[in-house]
């Protein structure tokens, strides 16, 4: 089965503070991605990496940056949390396409979640 | 440009009737659909795909309809339960593109007992 864990289920943090929210996958997946998930408004994609060291904006980068160092890990930084990134993140990992490998579908496999309340 | 819209925030249904949630897209060069049940305070989890090449798929109480003409594609729980109680989310895909999911903003589900 394939595993994403998320390093905190529930974080409070205050406006100002730095905050790092991790991600590890252990199916040796390529892509990796980080959506962050409020009512009414769906799922949101942040940034997603094809690769180490490789990341792309998604569609709400601002107040946000990432950092792939190792394959199987993936991080959300919030260098400055302020009140309206209080939400739900969630990562999630899917095989590379281009490669040849895994689900033809696209399906992502997603971590529990993070909830962060940024006070 | 909300590619991928689920117009219903909610829907409520009996337990043991259908439950047919409804999703449009406007991207054409999507070449595969799924859908993703969450529970709250979890992880969205697969539940059904669907290839633009098809227009059927069915995975026990599960079936997805895709109507390319229309861009239409809807998801019918047969019977529904309650433990089907969910937000569902539709995505569409492009094999060919960045291989990122675009997702509606979601249905939430209600079966009564």
């Known amino acids: 089965d394939v595993k994403v864990t998320q390093s905190s289920r529930y974080l409070v943090k205050r406006t100002g503070e730095k905050v790092f929210l991790e991600c590890v996958q252990d199916m040796d997946h390529e892509n990796m991605f980080w959506y962050r998930q409020d009512p009414g408004l769906g799922l949101r994609l942040i940034y997603f990496?094809?690769?180490?060291?490789?990341?792309e904006k998604g569609d709400i980068p601002e107040g946000y940056s990432v950092s792939r160092e190792k394959k199987e890990r993936f991080s959300l930084i919030l260098e400055s949390a302020s009140t309206n990134q209080t939400s739900m993140y969630l990562c999630?990992?899917?095989?590379?396409?281009?490669?040849?490998?895994?689900?033809?579908?696209?399906?992502?496999?997603f971590g529990e979640g993070s909830r962060l309340t940024v006070l | 440009d909300q590619q991928v819209k689920q117009n219903s925030p909610s829907l409520s249904v009996q337990e043991g009737r259908i439950s047919i949630l409804n999703c449009d897209y406007t991207?054409?060069?999507?070449?595969?659909f799924l859908w993703y049940k969450k529970y709250p305070a979890e992880g969205p989890t697969f539940l059904i795909s669907i290839s633009s090449i098809k227009d059927k798929n069915e995975d026990g109480r599960f079936t997805v309809f895709l109507n390319k003409s229309a861009k239409h594609l809807s998801l019918h729980i047969v019977p529904s339960q309650p433990g089907d109680s969910a937000v569902y989310f539709c995505?569409?895909?492009?094999?060919?593109?960045?291989?990122?999911?675009?997702f509606g903003k979601g249905t939430k589900l209600t079966v009564n007992p």
């Open positions: 990496s094809y690769d180490v060291k490789m990341k």
């Open positions: 999630a990992s899917s095989p590379s396409l281009a490669k040849g490998a895994g689900s033809a579908t696209g399906e992502l496999f």
């Open positions: 991207n054409s060069m999507f070449d595969y």
């Open positions: 995505a569409g895909t492009s094999q060919g593109g960045s291989e990122k999911l675009v």
